[in-house]
């Protein structure tokens, strides 16, 4: 337990990392308020919190001000995967920025200390000499690309969170979060550990795009939590960035391979061409990591599918629906001008 309660925000605290972040913040006795619109994620992933006395939960778009009191704020709202956040361009901008702004607002009038989700993908596709990813590395993001809407919007992100640091004294906190995999990833996400762990345990082909030498390294849900939750209580002489990462690197035939072998799966691989401006590696260097949160990942790539396989095994895909099965989300698709 916690030696001070302190009330709790997450935003997109109904999603895959999101709810392992509430339950933990749980568990220690803070209060936690999860705010979500469940664009991209289920009811069924908070549902075992709803009767705890300390957890309560808003259904709120972040792109809309809010007004609460609260005295740590984790900004987890965005859609995260390709698939989720190309859905729609425009509005994955706009929680990125727009949700930004709100949540400072709230911090500096609260003083509370926000700590933002960014991402690997604010260094886009680096050359290979910047191999791996340090904190300093400037990024290479094409910024006119399908990428682009994520990409840019979290280093947009970024860039207010540090400028209401200079400009109001918040105090903030930005972890750049390598590809994570787990428990309560939306089997449609379109994400590689997911679609492969649906598609072997359903029989069906297992997707490679490209040649699959392209490289990512992928952390467990449980070390990323820690790895956020110390970095919210660090000291304020570091508010990062911070890259949080597993820095074991595999191709994405390795994981095909290994994900076949773990479900003891007939699936078979085939190939189908290279999304646009996907990156060709990935690895993040977690030196400040270690030096400053003394954290490095526990959980190594076997082990942690094998808790993933588990789950998937275990839930029943009838009830998991994509962001385009919603009524609501079409109408937003009518106000973008989309069809
Ligand atoms: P997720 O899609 O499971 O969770 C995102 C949550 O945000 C969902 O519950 C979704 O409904 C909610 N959300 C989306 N738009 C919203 C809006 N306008 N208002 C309120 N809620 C909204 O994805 P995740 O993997 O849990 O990612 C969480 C955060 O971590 C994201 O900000 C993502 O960019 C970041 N991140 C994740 C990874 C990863 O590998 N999982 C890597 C890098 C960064
Ligand atoms: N990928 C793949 N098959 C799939 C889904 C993804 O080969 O069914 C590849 C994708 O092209 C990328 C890597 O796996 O090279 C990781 O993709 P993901 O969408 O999980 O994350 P990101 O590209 O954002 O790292």
Aim: hydrophobic share 35%; with cysteine; charged share 25%.
């Amino acid at each position: 337990m916690a030696d001070t309660i302190k009330r709790i925000l997450v935003t997109g605290g109904a999603g895959f990392l999101g709810s392992h972040i509430c339950e933990r913040l749980i568990a220690q006795g803070h209060d936690v308020i999860c705010l979500d619109n469940f664009f991209t994620s289920q009811k069924q992933n908070i549902t075992h919190l709803l009767g705890k006395p300390n957890f309560e939960f808003i259904r709120h778009d972040v792109t809309h001000p809010i007004w609460l009191e609260v005295d740590e704020i984790y900004n987890m709202a965005c859609p995260a995967s390709p698939v989720h956040y190309q859905y729609n361009p425009i509005k994955t901008m706009k929680v990125s920025v727009m949700g930004a702004i709100n949540v400072l607002g709230m911090a500096k009038r609260c003083r509370a200390k926000v700590l933002q989700a960014s991402t690997s993908e604010v260094y886009g596709d680096p050359p290979p000499d910047v191999h791996p990813q340090p904190e300093s590395y400037r990024g290479n993001v094409n910024p006119i690309g399908v990428r682009a809407c994520y990409d840019e919007g979290k280093r947009a992100a970024e860039t207010l969170f540090f400028d209401y640091h200079r400009s109001n004294n918040v105090n903030i906190r930005v972890v750049r979060i390598f590809n994570t995999y787990g428990p309560r990833m939306h089997p449609y996400d379109g994400r590689v550990v997911s679609n492969f762990i649906v598609q072997a345990l359903t029989g069906q082909d297992i997707t490679l795009y490209g040649d699959g030498s392209q490289t990512r390294s992928f952390c467990y849900v449980d070390d990323l939590v820690e790895a956020i939750i110390r970095m919210m209580n660090a000291p304020d002489s570091f508010i990062g960035p911070v890259n949080i990462g597993n820095p074991d690197e595999f191709t994405i035939k390795q994981l095909a391979e290994l994900v076949i072998k773990l479900t003891d799966s007939k699936s078979k691989l085939v190939h189908l061409p290279l999304p646009a401006d996907d990156p060709t590696q990935r690895k993040p260097d977690i030196t400040l990591a270690k030096k400053h949160l003394d954290w490095s990942p526990a959980i190594k790539l076997e082990q942690g599918l094998k808790k993933t396989i588990e789950y998937f095994s275990g839930i029943d895909l009838r009830h998991f629906r994509k962001p385009t099965d919603h009524t609501a989300h079409k109408n937003t698709e009518r106000y973008t001008g989309k069809k």
